[in-house]
């Protein structure tokens, strides 16, 4: 046996003892020495490794490699119809690729959001100067009270957030009139985002000029740029 | 006598698709105990191994017999693992696992707590070790691959896979023995 094939036994959980290896170990400095090295190692893959493993809130799924195979031999025999159905494989394919469409949708969304967020940073950072009445155009451009479909909700919230919570704009502001800049746009991404709010439902931004108590809340009023008047 | 795996394969890709029942029952065990190893929550490893059957299932033409099926299983899974572990931190640590079970009154409930921690134990040095030598310990302690399906695994040389092994046991004796140092002085204080 040459030191190549000493390695692969003592790194071998099954041939570790293997009598040749030993024989190998007796006349052979290097392997001993590797062996001595690879000792706390080995013996900790050996207790806790293979035979052996636990779940997250410490519950035995195995013991040993023979319960692990009784163990296996009754989950799978539990299941076997269900391995062996090919109807099985394509069930769980067609879920994972629900559960993929799914994922795709809300990475879209998400993208989309911090593209229309840095789109209304660049258009306001372009040029300090821009007047409020312009910002406050862009902003009720995408804004849903008009746009009443439902459904440009993540542009639309990109363009309040852009806007309101410009803060070189803020300050020129009243302490009170920032107040309920910040308000509204809580409300922007209550609404928005589909978050809870008692009383209020996204379906409801449709009745819009119905009732627009309900949608902008007590301290509101509509779009705080557009009622200064500037 | 029963069929070998590229036999088994080479069924399931006439035709045969109930024979890769067969091939799940082979490999579960060992591609769970790596998955729970890596990913540390019984739910994520059933997860990414029912994954990587559904994967191999899928892909069963494009499966090489030139290579081992075993080494292609392996190297889906690991795969599939990484992607969990980017996808979502993993979920326990040594010092969060509890032991949600009935007081433990036998030895054999003793002995069970112990093996728990001892396992948690050496998941958690594994996973300060680099990711490639704690993954070729995995697959030659917990797979029992041999070097030519881990260097398959892993798309390494034969060479670099003994390689991996070799540093990364060297690498787990020193964290080994470096916990037991820093037990022993806390015991100390």
Same mark, same amino acid.
């Given at each position: 046996?040459?030191?190549?094939?000493?390695?692969?036994?003592? %790194?071998?959980?099954?041939?570790? =003892?293997?009598?040749?290896?030993? =024989?190998?170990?007796?006349?052979?400095?290097?392997?001993?020495?590797?062996?001595?090295?690879?000792?706390?190692a080995?013996?900790?893959?050996?207790?806790?490794?293979?035979?052996?493993?636990?779940? +997250?809130?410490?519950?035995?799924?195995?013991?040993?490699?023979?319960?692990?195979?009784?163990?296996?031999?009754?989950?799978?025999?539990?299941?076997?119809?269900?391995? *062996?159905?090919?109807?099985?494989?394509?069930?769980?394919?067609?879920?994972?690729?629900?559960?993929?469409?799914?994922?795709?949708?809300?990475?879209?969304?998400?993208?989309?959001?911090?593209?229309?967020?840095?789109?209304?940073?660049?258009?306001?950072?372009?040029?300090?100067?821009?007047?409020?009445?312009?910002?406050?155009?862009? %902003?009720?451009?995408?804004?849903?009270?008009? *746009?009443?479909?439902?459904?440009?909700?993540? +542009?639309?919230?990109?363009?309040?957030?852009?806007?309101?919570?410009?803060?070189?704009?803020?300050?020129?502001?009243? *302490?009170?009139?920032?107040?309920?800049?910040?308000?509204?746009?809580?409300?922007?991404?209550?609404? =928005?985002?589909?978050?809870?709010? +008692?009383?209020?439902?996204?379906?409801?931004?449709?009745?819009?000029?119905?009732?627009?108590?309900?949608?902008?809340?007590?301290?509101?009023? +509509?779009?705080?740029?557009?009622?200064?008047?500037? | !006598?029963?069929?070998?795996?590229?036999? @088994? !394969?080479?069924?399931?890709?006439?035709?045969?698709?109930?024979?890769?029942?067969?091939?799940?029952?082979?490999?579960?065990?060992?591609?769970?105990?790596? #998955?729970?190893?890596?990913? /540390?929550? $019984?739910?994520?490893?059933?997860?990414?191994?029912?994954?990587?059957?559904?994967?191999?299932?899928?892909?069963?033409?494009?499966?090489?017999?030139?290579?081992?099926?075993?080494?292609?299983?392996?190297? @889906?899974?690991?795969?599939?693992? /990484?992607?969990?572990?980017? /996808?979502?931190?993993? #979920?326990?640590?040594?010092?969060? @696992?509890?032991?949600?079970?009935?007081?433990? $009154?036998?030895?054999?409930?003793?002995?069970?707590?112990?093996?728990?921690?001892?396992?948690?134990?050496l998941?958690e040095l594994l996973d300060r070790m680099p990711e490639v030598q704690a993954d070729a310990l995995r697959?030659?302690?917990?797979?029992?691959?041999?070097?030519?399906?881990? #260097?398959? #695994?892993?798309?390494?040389?034969?060479?670099?896979?003994?390689?991996r092994?070799?540093k990364g046991l060297e690498q787990l004796?020193f964290l080994?023995?470096?916990?037991?140092?820093?037990?022993?002085?806390?015991?100390?204080?």
């Amino acid at each position: 046996m040459n030191c190549d094939r000493a390695f692969d036994l003592i %790194t071998s959980p099954s041939e570790q =003892h293997d009598s040749e290896l030993q =024989h190998h170990l007796q006349g052979c400095p290097r392997c001993r020495d590797l062996v001595e090295m690879f000792a706390p190692a080995l013996h900790l893959l050996e207790e806790a490794g293979p035979g052996v493993a636990f779940g +997250p809130d410490g519950e035995m799924l195995y013991w040993s490699s023979d319960s692990l195979e009784g163990n296996t031999d009754a989950q799978t025999r539990r299941g076997a119809s269900r391995y *062996d159905s090919p109807e099985y494989w394509q069930a769980v394919e067609a879920q994972q690729r629900r559960r993929g469409y799914q994922e795709g949708l809300k990475v879209a969304a998400i993208l989309s959001l911090i593209a229309m967020f840095s789109v209304g940073l660049a258009i306001i950072g372009r040029d300090n100067s821009t007047p409020l009445a312009q910002v406050a155009a862009i %902003t009720t451009e995408n804004c849903l009270r008009r *746009d009443t479909d439902g459904k440009a909700t993540a +542009p639309a919230l990109a363009a309040c957030i852009a806007c309101h919570l410009d803060e070189s704009e803020n300050s020129k502001l009243t *302490d009170d009139a920032n107040i309920r800049v910040r308000a509204l746009v809580q409300r922007c991404v209550t609404c =928005h985002l589909e978050l809870k709010r +008692p009383g209020t439902e996204i379906a409801d931004l449709g009745n819009a000029t119905a009732n627009d108590d309900d949608i902008w809340g007590h301290s509101g009023g +509509p779009c705080l740029r557009l009622a200064s008047g500037s | !006598m029963p069929l070998d795996d590229h036999e @088994i !394969m080479r069924l399931v890709v006439a035709g045969r698709a109930e024979l890769f029942g067969e091939l799940v029952r082979r490999h579960r065990p060992a591609l769970l105990r790596a #998955a729970l190893s890596k990913l /540390r929550a $019984t739910a994520d490893a059933e997860d990414a191994v029912q994954e990587t059957f559904l994967a191999a299932f899928r892909a069963q033409q494009t499966f090489n017999p030139v290579y081992s099926l075993r080494g292609w299983l392996w190297t @889906i899974l690991l795969n599939v693992c /990484r992607r969990h572990v980017r /996808r979502a931190p993993q #979920a326990t640590s040594l010092g969060e @696992i509890s032991f949600n079970r009935e007081p433990f $009154t036998t030895t054999n409930g003793l002995s069970e707590l112990l093996a728990a921690e001892r396992s948690a134990a050496l998941s958690e040095l594994l996973d300060r070790m680099p990711e490639v030598q704690a993954d070729a310990l995995r697959l030659r302690f917990f797979g029992e691959l041999r070097f030519d399906e881990i #260097a398959q #695994a892993m798309q390494c040389s034969l060479n670099a896979a003994k390689d991996r092994v070799r540093k990364g046991l060297e690498q787990l004796a020193f964290l080994a023995h470096q916990n037991s140092s820093l037990c022993q002085e806390g015991d100390r204080t």
